[in-house]
């Protein structure tokens, strides 16, 4: 009897520790670079990858990933392309020290500091006479899908920070569901799972994805099936 208590007790404690420790996944936007041997830091509500490989070798691509917005933007890029490197934060600046280089053939001991910008200077990068394409992937979708924002601008025209809306409206003009307030100075991939303000699936049809600013609208159809 004492052995069946022991026992017991046992299961109950690592029933108990499984369901204190576990986690629950959730599938979130995709990185816009598919690569391995990657580097990977955070500052704040951003996640920094940087550089790693691709079926090419070696790239230079830095992606900050937004955990609030569940978005990605494009970054200033690596001096040079490196995988499998230590990388580290301090102070708000990214350190990216040693790695390999030319697919495997050389190591390098090459120590980069990249200054990482955060809080309302984010917002410094806009521009109000910019324009934008606009493309959703995959479209019809079923359960998920992309909103690629890609931005243009003319420097020559003068710089004035602004702010630009993207929502998912109705066939018939309603908004549906208001995605994100935000500067869009590089390409920023936004999903969109089918859903409305409070989370609630919509019903299959035609919606219309728009991004617009103070002097600036775009329209894109997107076609939603069950």
Known sequence: MMNKRIVMIFLLSCLSSSMLFGINWQTKAAMPTPRSFLGVATVGEKVYVVGGEDTNGEIDSLEVYDATADTWISSTSLPAAVSTFGIGVVGGKLYVIGGQTLFHSGWTAVN?????????????CCFSNETFKLMVQPNPFQNRTEIKIQPFYNLGDGVQTSTFKL??????????????????????????????????????????????????RLTEKVVLIR
């Open 167 to 216: 929502e998912i409206l109705s066939s018939n003009g309603r908004t549906v569901k208001r995605l994100t307030d935000a500067c869009f100075s590089e390409k920023t991939i936004i999903p969109w799972d089918g859903t409305d303000e409070k989370g609630r699936s919509v019903p299959a049809g035609v919606y219309f994805v728009r991004i617009s600013g103070e002097n600036y």
């Open 112 to 124: 980069e500091e990249g200054t990482v910008v955060v809080g309302a200077a984010e917002t410094d």
